[in-house]
């Protein structure tokens, strides 16, 4: 592995991890071995599918990470009366 591929592992985390595996995947995909042994054809066949399913597995771990970010607002907030005949509501409007 280069140093440059350890600098930017150190600086961005797991997905420094993901580009450098990336990066090697393709460097050995690509090459002249496997396009003689597939062929051009089913390489990039394969190379769609591929592109296809990361599309994918972006498009659920989006929507995922949304569902987990929505506040919920509950409808009934704690009923609490303070002296002076102020009550609170639970959402901070007195």
Request: hydrophobic share 45%; proline share 3%.
């Amino acid at each position: 592995m280069d140093s440059i591929w350890s600098d930017i592992i150190k600086a961005t985390g797991s997905v420094g991890v993901v580009a450098f595996l990336i990066y090697f995947v393709l460097g050995h995909v690509y090459s002249d071995q496997i396009v003689a042994l597939f062929g051009s054809d089913k390489l990039f066949a394969l190379t769609v599918i591929v592109i296809a399913a990361l599309l994918i597995v972006l498009l659920v771990s989006i929507l995922k990470s949304k569902e987990k970010t929505e506040p919920s607002h509950p409808s009934d907030g704690p009923k609490i009366t303070y002296s002076g005949n102020s009550t609170h509501n639970g959402d901070n409007n007195f």
